[in-house]
């Protein structure tokens, strides 16, 4: 006869889950907590990496390698909650990469999803799909997956800029295929300009079809963008979770100007903080002009100009401005909504 006291109960279970594991299988009530938790645990930590800090590094790269031999003379920025990863965020990498004069990072193509925060630096260009556009500090600029891409640098001074890609998100659907060029440049079939003026004024080709899920306008020049932002508070007050925020839209469908990664800036008025706010999306911020901090659980990070930081989905936060404060933001908020999974909550 079987005796039925609890510890008796305890160890044929766990003899029952040993008999299991053989066969590949596992029993559920075992895991179901951590595979359906009640609200996501914060991935990764919230971190800044300051440019003080991240330039000099940047520059001594330069002594070691060219961008050649590199291919892409990157630094890239590691999330300290998730070593090894090479994440910034649980879907998001991101890097600083530097360009020499006269240096070219040569032609190739991949299935990831890139974007450019220009940093700092002038004269510098990127070649996609058959066209150059020139970067200056602010500009956002998109490499759409699986399109032939390089950068070359015709002006004097080092070109920096923050590369922000897909990665981890291709990783997770084993989705990555590259290609290098036979060349050092792939092919420019069109004039500097051509898409900004064709996509990029409110106006569109009559007749144009979208071949692709990103935007037709691959630099989006922060002049423009700055113009817009300080127009903003001249109509009313910013919102109080988020700032005068903006997202960069594809001019075809209204949607954002990429599939796989939202982008994102907004302007906080000297003075002002945001109330407490999360949202579903880790976060990857670039301070580009004025200063604050920000306050994530209890934690203050300061900020200053071409400073990278991060803060993790879910995670409760407020932004401060004690200049008037530019941020462009990336994450995988546009996924996320795609997939209906997108939430945000205002305190
Ligand atoms: C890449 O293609 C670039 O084209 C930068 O500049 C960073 C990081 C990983 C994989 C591809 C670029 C990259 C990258």
Redesign the pocket.
Known sequence: MTTNTATDVMSRRDAFYRELQPHAMAALWTRLRKLIPSEPTPAGEAHCWSYGTTRPYLMESATLISAEEAE?R?LLMENPGLPGSSRITNTM?A?L?LILPGEV?PA?R?T?S?LRFIIEGSGAYTAVDGEKTYMEPGDFVI?PAWTW?H?GHDGDTPMVWL?G?D?PVVSFFNGGFREEFESEASPVTRPVGDALARYGTGLMPVGHRSSTMNSPVFNYPYARTREALFALPRAGAPDPHTGYLMRYTNPVDGGWAMPTIATMIRLLPSGFATLPYRATDSTVFVCVEGGGHVMVSNRRIDFAPHDVFVVPGWCRYTLHASQDLVLFAYSDRVAQEKLGLFREQRF
């Open positions: 892409r990157v990498y890097g990469q990072a190739h991949h990831q890139a490499t891409h950068h590369d890609l990665i």
